[in-house]
């Protein structure tokens, strides 16, 4: 099993930032993933999801910021995230959508860190 979550950094609020997560083929390949994150005050939120079709779901906070988007080819999820503020600051990570999180074990794998300073 293998989910790790790439691409976090330092930026300043309006800039961008691309996160990446690879994930085993059992976790990725028809299956719809999410980004979800976490800070210390908070527990962890879904973000966005995207099905295995390419269907997808925002929170309300990022939508039309932040874009999600997989490469099947690949077994690999990406989040595209623009027009950042320092809310947004947070451990971002990949997974299944929150059912299939709960039935697979409620197993995480490693997230990056994603700081926007005003």
């Known amino acids: 099993v293998q989910l790790q979550a790439s691409g976090g950094g330092l930026v300043q609020a309006g800039g961008s930032l691309e996160l990446s997560c690879t994930a085993s083929?059992?976790?990725?390949?028809?299956?719809?993933m999410a980004w979800y994150r976490q800070t210390p005050e908070s527990q962890r939120d879904l973000v966005a999801v995207?099905?295995?079709?390419?269907?997808?779901h925002y929170a309300d906070s990022v939508k039309d910021r932040f874009t999600i988007s997989r490469d099947n080819a690949k077994n690999t999820l990406y989040l595209q995230m623009n027009s950042l503020k320092p809310e947004d600051t947070a451990i971002y990570y990949c997974?299944?959508?929150?059912?299939?999180?709960?039935?697979?074990?409620?197993?995480w794998g490693q997230g990056t860190q994603v700081t926007v300073s005003s």
């Open positions: 995207i099905t295995s079709g390419g269907g997808t």
């Open positions: 083929e059992n976790i990725f390949v028809n299956h719809a």
């Open positions: 997974n299944n959508d929150p059912r299939t999180v709960v039935q697979n074990g409620n197993y």
